[in-house]
Each structure stands twice: as structure tokens, then as C-alpha cells.
């Protein structure tokens, strides 16, 4: 039962509720005329006692309803990060009840504090790219931690897939841009037989927000290269877009520089790691 069908279940076990007590109403005005026959009272009677029964019917159902309901949705978040800075990450647009988040990166599985095994788990992983570390690995780490019980873990799309990366983005990519200006995005390398989809759909999401923008995609060793990417690129002023999830060794010494793209005949400006915005632009509009 999803959430849709329950409301309009309880919606209208009010409807049902709404209708007995308003005949139950209609029976009883009815009764004070004084000129019924007494076969017309008694039948008003009936359908009085009637309506009430409905009524009674109608907030049972509405109670069982709720109960099964909460049951159903009481469940708790495990929120994984690949490491201990993307700890404070929340999954974009979701709204979660604090006492119910848990949260950990992939190291410290062992020690942290999980969720209760009785109740569904949703996992988000903390993650910018789908592979082995968000897959496979976390998996077999969050069976480990809970040994022989086995919670039923719901799995969600890492970071990297979720759409709001690529609105952040725009919305502060927009007001840096002028007619010269590029962006490349610059993604990790990957061991994989395929390439992670993410960085791929990312770029295409900017693009269909920023049209007409040159955007193009590179990694850091593997092919396309951020460094040949970089002077293929036709715009001479180049923004740089780290898909990254927050800054560490990474950013201070794989990506390109201002003087990579100097060499070429370029300027380059570098903003911080995708998921740093999400932690930016939350901040600025929490009240």
C-alpha cells in the first residue's frame, strides 16, 4: 500500500464518518415531529443505531489504517559515506525524522552505531561514482557489521546520480559564466570494465540547464584525459567542476591548473568539490 493509496483509503473512511453522523443528525431532527406514525419512528430508530454503527466502522478502519501505515513507513536511514568528511552529507530532497538517520562512512562500518535490524533500512551511499566501493564492498561490509541478522536493506542511487548535483551546479555556475567560458568536468579514474554513468549524466543534465555552454568530461590518467580535454577545449576561459566528493588529495594534485591551461592559452578557474555545494548551498538556506 503506498502512500497515495493510504490517503485516499483514510480519506475516505472521513467521507464514510462525515455521511453516518449527518443521517444519524437527519434521523433524530426527523423524530421531533410529533404527526409520524409510529412504524415511521421506529424505522427512523433503526437507521439512527445504523448510522452510528458506520460511524464506529468508519474511525475503526481509520485507526487500523494508521497503524498499518506507521508500521509500514516506520523505517530508518544508514547514511554511508565513502569517507569521515562526507559524514554530514544529506541525500538531496529527501526529509528524514533525525532520530531515525544513522550515519558512518566505509571505514568504521565495525564500530559505528546502525540501525535496529527490525525495521526496513533505506541506505544512501555517500558516493559519487556506482562501482565496486558503493556496491559489492558496502554490501559486504553492512553484512559483516550486522552479523547473522540480515535487516532488509533497501539500496539507494549514489550521490553522483541524483539530479539536484547538476541544479546546484547551474545555480552557481550561472552567474560566473560569460560568452568565452567552458566547463570541464573532471571525474576519477575508474578500474571497471565501464566507465560509471554518473559523470556522463551529469554533464548532460548541464547542459540541457546551461544550453549552448561548451561542457565537456575528463578524468584524471584515464581516457578522455582532464589534461587533453582540457586543450581541446574551444572556450578560452575554463571553469572546472571536480566531481569529487570533498577536498583531499585529489583536488591538490590531479586536476589541471592555472598554468596547464595558461600553456594553452587559457584561464582557469577551479570550484570546490561538487558535493562541497550541497553542503554550501544547504547551509545558505537553512533558517
Known sequence: MNRRFFYALLLLCAAVFAAAVWGSVDCGARLDSHSLPPEVKHHLRGLIYFHFAIA?????????????????????YLIVSYN????????????MPQSRVYRCH??????????????????????MLSGTSSGSKLASKLQQAYGNTKPDFYFQPVLGA??????????????????QSGILVVAHDSTLPE???????????LRELLPGREIRLGYFTQAPSAQ??????KSHRIVLLPFLLTEGVHTQRDLPTPQDAASCGKTLTRLPALAQLLIEQTDETRP
Open 195 to 205: 566507465a560509471p554513468p554518473e559523470p556522463a549524466l551529469f554533464c548532460r543534465r
Open 56 to 76: 464506529q466502522l468508519a474511525v475503526i478502519g481509520a485507526v487500523i489504517l494508521v497503524y498499518c501505515h506507521h508500521k509500514k513507513w516506520k523505517r530508518n
Open 106 to 127: 566505509l571505514n568504521n562500518l565495525d564500530t559505528s552505531l546502525l540501525p535496529p535490524p527490525g525495521t526496513p533500512i533505506l541506505v544512501y551511499p555517500m558516493f
Open 228 to 233: 587533453a580535454t582540457l586543450r581541446q577545449m
Open 162 to 179: 541524483s539530479p539536484w548535483l547538476a541544479e546546484a551546479c547551474a545555480r552557481e555556475l550561472r552567474p560566473r559564466l560569460d560568452e
Open 84 to 95: 569521515e568528511q562526507g559524514m554530514h552529507l544529506n541525500p538531496p530532497g529527501i526529509r
